[in-house]
Nanobody, 124 residues
C-alpha cells in the first residue's frame, strides 16, 4: 500500500517562506513522476511543480516559477517543496501526488496516488 504523507503547512505572512515535505512509503518512486498540486476553495486542483524521480528533471507552473523549488531526498524517499516570497494567492491545500504510469503527466487526473493534503495560508 502506497502512502504519501505531507507536512509543513501553516500560516505565514506575505513574503515569507515555508517548506513542505512529502514522506513516501510502500514503494520506491524510481519509475515515477512526483508532484505538488494545490486547491483553493471554490477552485479546481491545479499543478504546482513536479519532479521525475529517476532524472531529477523539474517542472513548474508559471505562477510559482522563481519562487518555489521542488527537490527530493532519495535516501529518505521524501519530496520537498520550498516556497519563498509567498503571496496571498498561494493560499490553498497543497497535495503531494505520484504518477506511476507511463506516460507521466502534469495534470492532476494523471496522478494515481495522493496524500491527504496540508493547508498553507498566506495572510497578514
Amino acid at each position: 500500500q502506497v502512502q504519501l504523507v505531507e507536512s509543513g503547512g501553516g500560516l505565514v505572512q506575505p513574503g515569507g517562506s515555508l517548506r513542505l515535505s512529502c514522506a513516501a512509503s510502500g514503494r520506491t518512486f524510481s519509475g515515477s513522476r512526483i508532484g505538488w498540486f494545490r486547491q483553493a476553495p471554490g477552485k479546481e486542483r491545479e499543478f504546482v511543480a513536479a519532479l521525475t524521480w529517476s532524472t531529477s528533471a523539474t517542472y513548474y507552473a508559471d505562477s510559482v516559477k522563481g519562487r518555489f523549488t521542488i527537490s527530493r531526498d532519495n535516501a529518505k524517499n521524501t519530496l520537498y517543496l520550498q516556497m519563498n516570497s509567498l503571496k496571498p494567492e498561494d493560499t490553498a491545500v497543497y497535495y503531494c501526488a505520484a504518477d506511476t504510469r507511463l506516460p507521466w503527466g502534469l495534470t492532476h487526473k494523471e496522478y494515481n496516488y495522493w496524500g491527504q493534503g496540508t493547508q498553507v495560508t498566506v495572510s497578514s
